[in-house]
């Protein structure tokens, strides 16, 4: 049944043309099926998540919250962060944990604990240890080396995201133009 409704949102996202949407003067609020207000959708899928996927279980979405200022990546099979892996140049996990450059600006999952990478011009490293979906230590192998940029992590207390999670599912879009009353714009909001 949720495979139908990425399917749906992905269809919208063709259909509307957010792609093309950088010149509109309007946005899309993003709700969950409660009614929590999420955020504006980022059109263009500036930070690299999964729109457009081989595999339904890995399409997202991402929004920024108005009550953090986050960026927010959601599964949208889940509901929940998405995952990333963290990256270290030690051999055990420990010291400071790094995530590719191309996520600095997201909120993402590793483990049970919310990470982002911090603004920064990313460095050119080498890692070979990295913690997986449920926070393990692993070892890439002895014939891989991920050598890319990367950007430090820093975790991100999961009260302060501004939204409760996960979401409940299937997320609704309001269209919304932004030079409509800014009262209008928010009313949901003000419900919390």
Same mark, same amino acid.
């Given at each position: 049944?949720?495979?139908?409704?990425?399917?749906?949102?992905?269809?919208?996202?063709?259909?509307?043309?957010? =792609?093309n949407m950088? &010149? /509109?003067q309007?946005?899309?609020?993003?709700?969950?099926?409660?009614? @929590?207000?999420?955020g504006?959708?980022? $059109? &263009?899928n500036?930070?690299?998540?999964?729109?457009?996927?081989?595999?339904? =279980?890995?399409?997202?979405?991402?929004f920024?919250?108005?009550?953090?200022?986050?960026?927010?990546?959601i599964?949208l099979?889940?509901?929940?962060?998405?995952?990333?892996?963290?990256?270290?140049? *030690?051999?055990?996990?420990?010291? @400071? $944990?790094?995530i590719?450059?191309?996520?600095?600006?997201?909120?993402y999952?590793?483990g /049970?604990?919310c990470?982002?990478?911090?603004?920064?011009?990313?460095s050119?490293?080498?890692?070979?240890?990295?913690?997986?979906?449920?926070g +393990?230590?692993?070892? +890439?192998? $002895?014939?891989w080396?991920?050598?890319m940029?990367?950007?430090?992590?820093?975790?991100? $207390?999961?009260? *302060?995201?501004g939204? *409760?999670?996960?979401?409940?599912?299937?997320?609704?879009?309001?269209y919304?133009d932004?030079?409509?009353? *800014?009262?209008?714009?928010?009313?949901?909001?003000?419900?919390?």
């Amino acid at each position: 049944m949720r495979n139908k409704y990425v399917l749906i949102f992905l269809f919208m996202l063709f259909v509307f043309g957010i =792609s093309n949407m950088q &010149n /509109a003067q309007a946005v899309i609020e993003v709700y969950d099926a409660n009614d @929590q207000h999420l955020g504006e959708l980022v $059109p &263009n899928n500036k930070h690299h998540l999964n729109t457009v996927v081989n595999d339904p =279980s890995d399409a997202a979405i991402v929004f920024c919250n108005p009550n953090s200022g986050l960026f927010i990546g959601i599964n949208l099979i889940t509901g929940d962060l998405c995952f990333t892996e963290l990256y270290f140049q *030690s051999d055990n996990c420990e010291g @400071q $944990p790094y995530i590719p450059f191309n996520k600095m600006y997201v909120v993402y999952r590793n483990g /049970a604990r919310c990470w982002t990478g911090v603004h920064a011009i990313p460095s050119y490293l080498t890692t070979r240890y990295y913690l997986d979906i449920d926070g +393990t230590c692993a070892y +890439t192998g $002895p014939t891989w080396t991920n050598t890319m940029y990367f950007v430090p992590a820093i975790e991100i $207390p999961e009260e *302060s995201l501004g939204i *409760s999670l996960p979401v409940a599912l299937p997320l609704r879009f309001e269209y919304v133009d932004c030079c409509q009353n *800014s009262d209008h714009r928010h009313k949901k909001n003000k419900k919390r």
